[in-house]
Each structure stands twice: as C-alpha cells, then as structure tokens.
C-alpha cells in the first residue's frame, strides 16, 4: 500500500511561481511511475505532469512552466509551477503507479488507471 500526501498549494497571483510537493510511503516508491492531476470545478481530471524511468512527460499548457522532479531519497515528487495563470487554478492531485500490466503510455491516456491516489491541494491564481 502508498500513501500520497500533497502539499505546498495557495493563492496566488498570476505570474507567481508555487512549489508542490507529494510525499509517498513504500519502499519501492523509485520504481512507481508518478504524476500530478490536476482537476478544475465542473472539469474532468486532467494530467499535468509524470514521470517514468527518467522519462517526463508534461501536458502543451504546462511546458516551458511546470517541472516535475522526484527525491527518490525522500520518498518525495515535485511540481515547480512558474508563471501561475487563472487557468491553472485547480486541485492538484498526486498519483503514483507501479505499472504492473500496464504501460506508461497507457498510464497518461486513461486517469483512471493510476492505482494510487493522494486528497489534492487547492491551487488559485487571481488576475
């Protein structure tokens, strides 16, 4: 079993940078694929960012602002977010996978695959 635990997450205004941070329980948390989900009201869960065998993957409206990284070390991903815009206001979810029987492509298609889930934490950037 992991547990995810977000935090890290505020209001801010737009242009302004915010650091998530999931922190996992398990021992083979370096082998999971990871990622961030993030969820906007009356909006489908959407992927942000993930993370797979050294290989990141990051949605169009993120890259150039968004990092993922991971501390396998501490058991800890990230999401840097720069340049914080109003639509980038959601809950941020992390999910991790141990991508037995299922590829990571496979993974980033289809959210709900992802056998693990964290609670989010709330994101709002004003104008």
């Known amino acids: 079993q992991v547990q995810l635990v977000e935090s890290g997450g505020g209001l801010v205004q737009a242009g302004d940078s915010l650091r998530l941070s999931c922190a996992a329980s398990?021992?083979?948390?370096?082998?999971?694929?990871m990622a961030w989900f993030r969820q906007a009201p009356g909006k489908e869960r959407e992927l942000v960012a993930t993370?797979?065998?050294?290989?990141?993957y990051y949605v169009d409206s993120v890259k150039g602002r968004f990092t993922l990284s991971r501390d396998n070390a501490k058991n800890t991903v990230y999401l840097q977010m720069n340049s914080l815009q109003p639509e980038d206001t959601a809950v941020y979810h992390c999910?991790?996978?141990?991508?037995?029987?299922?590829?990571?492509?496979?993974?980033?298609?289809?959210?709900?695959?992802?056998?693990?889930w964290g609670q989010g934490t709330q994101v709002t950037v004003s104008s």
């Open positions: 398990g021992r083979t948390f370096s082998t999971y694929a």
């Open positions: 993370v797979s065998e050294g290989s990141t």
């Open positions: 999910a991790a996978d141990p991508m037995s029987g299922i590829g990571w492509s496979e993974l980033r298609a289809r959210p709900r695959a992802w056998t693990y």
